[in-house]
């Protein structure tokens, strides 16, 4: 068998997983919390990643670095002072021209920006006309953040304070009213044993639900109640239609919620019409007398996905950027610590960062 030597030439196509592909495509099978755990861990592990400022941090920034250096140094002239100079070439009046009714430096500032008129200063037909001219275009001058501003809605608990602190004056019975306060649950029922309470608190039985019957009288009706036969008895009190045969309905309630008319008109003693009429008028009360203070915050939904028409007919899907952490790569430290790298080791740690870090 003869041995030879010869050249062929082949096209051949393989693909080549890099290690910036196949970080792609495990990326790409991660959720949005996964990938947002994802790049916390890739924070903490890579010394060359670094976390991308958000808004308000960027601002910051850029405010201190547009303040005095540390040499010392006066900050830059602002770019609008020239054009306020011009301005104020073109507008101010000439030497040669007529008096005028005041001075112009009383009008225009040094730097030819004009100069809010203040109401003790306005004088004449043209005053209001320059009322506001040095007002700011923007909002930078209001102190404070703007949610500052916002009214807050009174909770349940505020509300029977309130109430409390002008009702009752006796300094023991309010410290027993503020107690039992604190015990009314966001639907304004009072949940607690009142003999707990009364050891609790060192007094006796008796004080604590004479104080808690002086209580049920708060706004709204039906507050303070032990269960909701109480919770629907206090508001018909309020209305004055607590009367017998509405009382023998509400201590039957468990028949109510079973139909049993049959029976609930042989225990209240009315006629099928007055029955229904009762129920009716049951149904019209609140059984959650607390439930007009739960004023929840609403909560603005952060979409993980968004999705964009194309002009192909097709949608464009990608995660939501502003959901995810900003990551920067720090090439000043990498430069920095690359130049350091004596051994062998050392630069091929700081080589596989920089590659998982892009």
Same mark, same amino acid.
């Given at each position: 068998? #003869?041995?030879?030597?010869?050249?062929?030439?082949?096209?051949?196509?393989?693909?080549?997983?890099?290690?910036?592909?196949?970080?792609?495509?495990?990326?790409?099978?991660?959720?949005?919390?996964?990938?947002?755990?994802?790049?916390?861990?890739?924070?903490?592990?890579?010394?060359?990643?670094?976390?991308?400022?958000?808004?308000?941090?960027?601002?910051?920034?850029?405010?201190?670095?547009?303040?005095?250096?540390?040499?010392?140094?006066?900050?830059?002239?602002?770019?609008?002072?020239?054009?306020?100079?011009?301005?104020?070439?073109?507008?101010?009046?000439?030497?040669?021209?007529?008096?005028?009714?005041?001075?112009?430096?009383?009008?225009?500032?040094?730097?030819?920006?004009?100069?809010?008129?203040?109401?003790?200063?306005?004088?004449?037909?043209?005053?209001?006309?320059?009322?506001?001219?040095?007002?700011?275009?923007?909002?930078?001058?209001?102190?404070?953040?703007?949610?500052?501003?916002?009214?807050?809605?009174?909770?349940?608990?505020?509300?029977?304070?309130?109430?409390?602190?002008?009702?009752?004056?006796?300094?023991?019975?309010?410290?027993?009213?503020?107690?039992?306060?604190?015990?009314?649950?966001?639907?304004?029922?009072?949940?607690?044993?009142?003999?707990?309470?009364?050891?609790?608190?060192?007094?006796?039985?008796?004080?604590?639900?004479?104080?808690?019957?002086?209580?049920?009288?708060?706004?709204?009706?039906?507050?303070?109640?032990?269960?909701?036969?109480?919770?629907?008895?206090?508001?018909? #009190?309020?209305?004055?239609?607590?009367?017998?045969?509405?009382?023998?309905?509400?201590?039957?309630?468990?028949?109510?919620?079973?139909?049993?008319?049959? #029976?609930?008109?042989?225990?209240?003693?009315?006629?099928?019409?007055?029955?229904?009429?009762?129920?009716?008028?049951?149904?019209?009360?609140?059984?959650?007398?607390?439930?007009?203070?739960?004023?929840?915050?609403?909560?603005?939904?952060?979409?993980?996905?968004?999705?964009?028409?194309?002009?192909?007919?097709?949608?464009?899907?990608?995660?939501?950027?502003?959901?995810?952490?900003?990551?920067?790569?720090?090439?000043?430290?990498?430069?920095?610590?690359?130049?350091?790298?004596?051994?062998?080791?050392?630069?091929?740690?700081?080589?596989?960062?920089?590659?998982?870090?892009?």
């Amino acid at each position: 068998m #003869a041995l030879s030597m010869r050249q062929d030439l082949r096209q051949t196509q393989a693909l080549v997983m890099t290690p910036q592909l196949q970080q792609a495509i495990r990326l790409l099978q991660l959720s949005h919390q996964e990938l947002a755990a994802y790049v916390e861990q890739e924070l903490e592990q890579n010394p060359l990643l670094e976390r991308g400022f958000e808004r308000g941090d960027a601002s910051e920034t850029a405010n201190v670095s547009e303040g005095d250096g540390e040499d010392g140094a006066a900050p830059a002239a602002p770019a609008g002072t020239e054009t306020s100079e011009r301005a104020a070439g073109d507008t101010l009046p000439a030497d040669n021209d007529g008096p005028l009714d005041t001075d112009w430096r009383d009008v225009w500032d040094d730097d030819g920006s004009a100069r809010p008129v203040t109401a003790p200063e306005a004088g004449g037909d043209g005053a209001f006309e320059s009322w506001g001219t040095g007002g700011r275009s923007d909002f930078s001058d209001v102190e404070g953040e703007i949610t500052d501003t916002l009214s807050t809605a009174i909770s349940l608990r505020d509300h029977l304070l309130g109430q409390l602190a002008l009702e009752i004056a006796d300094p023991v019975d309010r410290l027993v009213g503020s107690h039992l306060v604190d015990l009314v649950d966001e639907a304004g029922y009072l949940r607690a044993d009142l003999d707990e309470v009364a050891v609790t608190l060192g007094a006796p039985r008796e004080r604590i639900d004479a104080v808690l019957a002086r209580l049920q009288r708060f706004d709204p009706p039906g507050v303070f109640a032990r269960s909701l036969a109480e919770c629907f008895a206090l508001q018909l #009190a309020e209305r004055n239609r607590l009367d017998p045969a509405m009382q023998a309905l509400l201590d039957n309630l468990d028949m109510l919620a079973r139909h049993e008319r049959t #029976a609930l008109l042989r225990v209240c003693g009315v006629n099928a019409e007055d029955l229904t009429d009762m129920i009716g008028e049951l149904r019209r009360l609140d059984p959650r007398p607390g439930g007009s203070f739960e004023h929840d915050a609403v909560q603005y939904v952060v979409p993980d996905v968004l999705m964009r028409p194309q002009s192909d007919g097709g949608w464009l899907i990608e995660l939501n950027p502003e959901t995810l952490p900003r990551v920067l790569v720090n090439t000043r430290y990498w430069a920095e610590v690359a130049g350091r790298a004596d051994t062998r080791t050392e630069k091929e740690f700081i080589g596989e960062r920089l590659l998982a870090a892009n």
